[in-house]
């Protein structure tokens, strides 16, 4: 799974009505979010560009990036760098404690959170992928069941969303579809555009969607991402379907006052709605309204 965490983004000069933000990608930064998950207005992508020095100059500020070995030069209103973050592991002695840890990832634990030390938990950033305040939050409370309580709490039972803020924000939940075929699941796609959402358009806040990934088959959703103004608002119905396990098509079925934004987790659970329509099941309900109307 892929969190945008550190990238550095720069805004061009120029682009005073651009919502983003070019960016100037590290070598080092294996797996970026494609901007095209997000339909993002994105002015400008420089990926394995290495900066090499900023500048200020009478006309706002200059970065200057090394590409395909080439130096080349962008001028911005502002820059602000993802430096990125490391745990903070050293000088604990961790060694005489018998806990395992990794300098990059931090303290090494078991999906119980239990460290190699088995006395010894672990919660939040020092050893989570997830680097979230909430994430910290729910890792601490599986660490107090798991280590007074008798408990067996796994954190990949946990459906961890979270949202980047940026305008308009990106929220997700959940699987990816490509994390979903890497576990072998097969998944089918439901989206709906804010553009045809009644509420966004009167809003003026047409760009972004809500997509959905649910498990081929079967009504289980496995994922979600949703691009919009408030959407680290949104993304918690999913996420409290997603834990009661309420599926697309019962989420359809869900009254949303009119006129919300909100509407678009509901009319994709009518489009999922709609694919149970199968030949088959039109053909008798065909024979069940003439036979109605006879
Ligand atoms: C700029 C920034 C913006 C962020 N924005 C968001 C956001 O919008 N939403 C979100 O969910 N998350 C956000 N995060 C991430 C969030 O802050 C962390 O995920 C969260 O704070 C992790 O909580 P924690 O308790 O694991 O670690 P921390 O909050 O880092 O707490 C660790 C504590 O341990 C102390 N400590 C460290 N080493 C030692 C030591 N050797 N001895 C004693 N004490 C020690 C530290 O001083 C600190 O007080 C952001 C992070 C940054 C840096």
Same mark, same amino acid.
Not at 210 to 222: Q, T
């Given at each position: 799974?892929?969190?945008?965490?550190?990238?550095?983004?720069? /805004?061009?000069?120029?682009?005073?009505?651009?919502?983003?933000?070019?960016?100037? %990608?590290?070598?080092? +930064?294996?797996?970026?979010?494609?901007?095209? !998950?997000?339909?993002?207005?994105? $002015?400008?992508?420089?990926?394995?560009?290495?900066?090499?020095?900023?500048?200020?100059?009478?006309?706002? *500020?200059?970065?200057?990036?090394?590409?395909?070995?080439?130096?080349?030069?962008?001028?911005?209103?502002? $820059?602000?760098?993802?430096?990125?973050?490391?745990?903070?592991?050293?000088?604990?002695?961790?060694?005489?404690?018998?806990?395992?840890? #990794?300098?990059?990832?931090?303290?090494?634990?078991?999906?119980?959170?239990? @460290?190699?030390?088995?006395?010894?938990?672990?919660?939040?950033?020092? !050893?989570? #992928?997830? /680097?979230? @305040? %909430?994430?910290?939050?729910? =890792?601490?409370?599986?660490?107090?069941?798991?280590?007074?309580?008798?408990?067996? *709490?796994?954190?990949?039972?946990?459906?961890?969303?979270? !949202?980047?803020?940026?305008?308009?924000?990106?929220?997700?939940?959940?699987?990816?579809?490509?994390?979903?075929?890497?576990?072998?699941?097969?998944?089918?796609?439901?989206?709906?555009?804010? *553009?045809?959402?009644?509420?966004?358009?009167?809003?003026?806040?047409?760009?972004?969607?809500? /997509?959905?990934?649910?498990?081929?088959?079967?009504?289980? $959703?496995?994922?979600?991402?949703?691009?919009?103004?408030?959407?680290?608002?949104?993304? =918690?119905?999913?996420?409290?379907?997603?834990?009661?396990?309420?599926?697309?098509? /019962?989420?359809?079925?869900?009254? %949303?006052?009119?006129?919300?934004?909100?509407?678009?987790?509901?009319? !994709?659970?009518?489009?999922?709605?709609?694919?149970?329509?199968?030949?088959?099941?039109?053909? +008798?309900?065909?024979? +069940?309204?003439?036979?109605?109307? =006879?």
């Amino acid at each position: 799974m892929s969190v945008p965490l550190a990238p550095v983004l720069v /805004k061009p000069a120029d682009a005073h009505n651009a919502r983003l933000v070019s960016y100037v %990608h590290p070598p080092d +930064w294996q797996n970026p979010t494609p901007a095209s !998950c997000y339909n993002l207005v994105v $002015i400008g992508l420089r990926l394995n560009a290495t900066i090499t020095r900023v500048e200020r100059s009478a006309g706002g *500020k200059l970065v200057y990036y090394e590409a395909q070995g080439k130096e080349e030069t962008l001028a911005v209103d502002e $820059i602000l760098a993802g430096a990125g973050r490391a745990p903070n592991i050293e000088g604990l002695n961790l060694e005489a404690a018998g806990v395992q840890y #990794d300098r990059r990832k931090g303290v090494l634990v078991n999906d119980c959170l239990q @460290t190699s030390n088995p006395h010894i938990y672990g919660a939040g950033d020092v !050893c989570l #992928d997830w /680097k979230f @305040t %909430h994430a910290a939050d729910f =890792s601490a409370r599986i660490v107090i069941q798991n280590a007074l309580f008798l408990g067996r *709490k796994k954190a990949s039972a946990l459906t961890m969303p979270w !949202c980047t803020y940026t305008d308009p924000e990106i929220a997700h939940v959940g699987l990816y579809e490509r994390d979903a075929r890497e576990r072998g699941m097969e998944v089918d796609t439901y989206v709906r555009e804010f *553009k045809e959402v009644d509420r966004a358009v009167l809003d003026g806040e047409e760009d972004g969607f809500v /997509k959905f990934h649910v498990r081929k088959g079967r009504d289980e $959703i496995l994922g979600a991402t949703i691009v919009a103004r408030h959407a680290g608002e949104m993304i =918690s119905e999913i996420s409290v379907a997603m834990a009661a396990r309420i599926g697309l098509g /019962k989420l359809a079925s869900v009254i %949303h006052p009119y006129p919300t934004q909100a509407e678009a987790l509901r009319q !994709c659970g009518d489009a999922y709605n709609r694919t149970r329509l199968t030949p088959t099941v039109k053909k +008798w309900m065909g024979r +069940w309204l003439a036979w109605q109307r =006879s």
